[in-house]
């Protein structure tokens, strides 16, 4: 399976640079993560700083960046017959679905390295903690793993490409900006061991313990696992649709 | 061997194919007919796995569609009517993909590319992008595609769709020889490709297939002298 998967990927990730919407994308995110850094928050100002800021808006920027980059991915292959083709093929369901999906993973992983330029340029006049920033990205990238799986099977719904932007849109924004501790407010008896459990379900609770410095297991486990369920998800739903 | 045994499918509430059955050898060329709306672009797709019956089975080779879909399909190639192939990647890069996802070796894609490279007269736009072909030359390209692996069935949906008339003669000339050793399904609502290259035909009527039969057989069942005419007797008789 992993084979077939990589001769998906490779199609893939080089259908992305094929279209100068790639260049755009990536422009569109080096601005993006650069101007949240610096606006509204006393950058300058900091004694403290350490791109804290730019690693906090990475799952904001990623919700945006990340359905217009996985819009296509489906949506092409309906528009040129080409899921016909590949469905024909002796490959399964998942290992097309992988393809696509480490293909767009890869790309957010080309976003990070290209916004590493900024770290580099902050290191010439500032003393910064560069290991943590460097688990930083690794935690970002991870991150956006989870996002670009959601995306995919937002997008696995749809044969047109603006309703698989308009859908991936709006559950990437719902997966990182859910808060879940309210749930644990509904249980008050065990309000702790509920907004615990609640909290281990957030996105953004488990991103924000990846960049507190941490090597967390059980955050890795959160992004392993949703990403591997997402994927899943949209191998069956492309599943579901031959019937 | 390709076996339809009983197939049905319904999308939503409307059944699209009613009771299928009917069965393809190793090589030939057989033509599958039908208004618009019979079915036949459903039971192309039922054959590639692409949808899944809802009653019957399909049997390649002696795998089941059903229960081993992937050995099933590495027997089967498929173009359809339009597209088929990806745009932004070059023919070669196209043909390269459609091997590898075959499993195709080295050794193979190669002596298959010179092949169909040359019957097809490939040679010209091997480093062109897909997206600026010619019409004609974009169905040589995805049957390339289907046939690079070398499968025992392969069903092509409109083939001469658009091509102009020596395009036409060239692929059906083609098809024809390549028919000796491996079995062609074809859909089309051109007669003069039947005539040409049939050698047994599918009809297909609102979804139930109403005559299987050599096309003398066919018209003489029809009692009319050419397949065209045969068709509208069998369709609204």
Redesign the interface.
């Known amino acids: 399976m992993m084979?077939?998967a990589l001769?998906?990927f490779y199609?893939d990730f080089?259908?992305y640079f094929?279209?100068r919407i790639i260049y755009l994308l990536l422009a569109l995110y080096i601005l993006i993560s650069v101007g949240l850094t610096f606006w509204g928050t006393d950058f300058y100002n900091d004694s403290t700083i350490n791109l804290q800021q730019f690693f906090a808006n990475q799952p904001l920027v990623f919700a945006i960046i990340i359905p217009a980059l996985t819009m296509r991915s489906i949506a092409d292959e309906y528009?040129?017959?080409?899921?016909?083709?590949?469905?024909?093929?002796?490959?399964?369901r998942l290992a097309f679905v992988l393809g696509k999906f480490m293909a767009a993973w890869a790309i957010c992983g080309v976003m990070l390295i290209a916004s590493m330029s900024f770290w580099f340029l902050l290191s010439f006049w500032l003393a910064l903690d560069n290991f943590w920033i460097l688990w930083c990205y690794v935690a970002a990238w991870i991150a956006s793993g989870t996002l670009c799986a959601l995306s995919l099977l937002a997008a696995s719904f749809f044969a047109h490409m603006l309703s698989a932007f308009a859908l991936s849109l709006a559950v990437c924004f719902l997966l990182t900006n859910l808060n879940l501790g309210w749930i644990g407010g509904l249980f008050t008896q065990h309000s702790l061991l509920a907004l615990k459990i609640a909290g281990s379900f957030s996105f953004a609770a488990q991103y924000d313990n990846m960049i507190s410095g941490q090597i967390s297991l059980s955050s890795l486990m959160y992004f392993a696992s949703t990403t591997a369920a997402f994927v899943w998800l949209t191998g069956a739903v492309l599943d579901y649709k031959?019937? | 061997m390709l076996e339809v045994k009983g197939i049905r499918k319904y999308l939503g509430d409307r059944e699209i194919l009613r009771d299928i059955s009917f069965s393809l050898s190793d090589n030939g060329i057989t033509a599958l007919l039908g208004p618009n709306g019979a079915g036949k672009t459903t039971l192309m797709r039922l054959l590639i796995g692409f949808y899944e019956p809802d009653f019957g089975d399909i049997i390649i080779n002696g795998y089941s569609l059903d229960a081993n879909r992937i050995k099933a399909v590495s027997h089967v190639a498929y173009v359809p009517e339009s597209g088929g192939i990806y745009p932004e990647m070059t023919v070669f890069e196209y043909l390269k993909f459609m091997a590898d996802i075959k499993h195709v070796t080295q050794a193979d894609f190669a002596a298959n590319l010179a092949d169909l490279a040359s019957s097809l007269e490939l040679h010209q736009v091997m480093e062109q992008k897909c997206e600026t072909l010619s019409k004609g030359f974009s169905r040589r390209v995805a049957i390339a595609g289907a046939l690079i692996s070398n499968p025992k069935f392969l069903i092509l949906d409109e083939p001469c769709e658009g091509l102009d008339v020596k395009q036409k003669v060239n692929l059906r000339a083609f098809l024809k020889k390549r028919s000796r050793s491996c079995a062609i399904l074809i859909s089309t609502h051109i007669m003069e490709d039947v005539e040409a290259m049939a050698d047994r035909i599918l009809l297909l009527s609102s979804g139930q297939l109403i005559c299987d039969a050599e096309p003398q057989e066919l018209k003489s069942k029809a009692n009319k002298l050419s397949i065209e005419a045969s068709f509208f007797s069998l369709v609204q008789g």
């Open positions: 084979y077939d001769t998906c199609k080089k259908f094929a279209s528009r040129d017959h080409t899921l016909e083709i590949i469905m024909a093929q002796p490959i399964s031959r019937r």
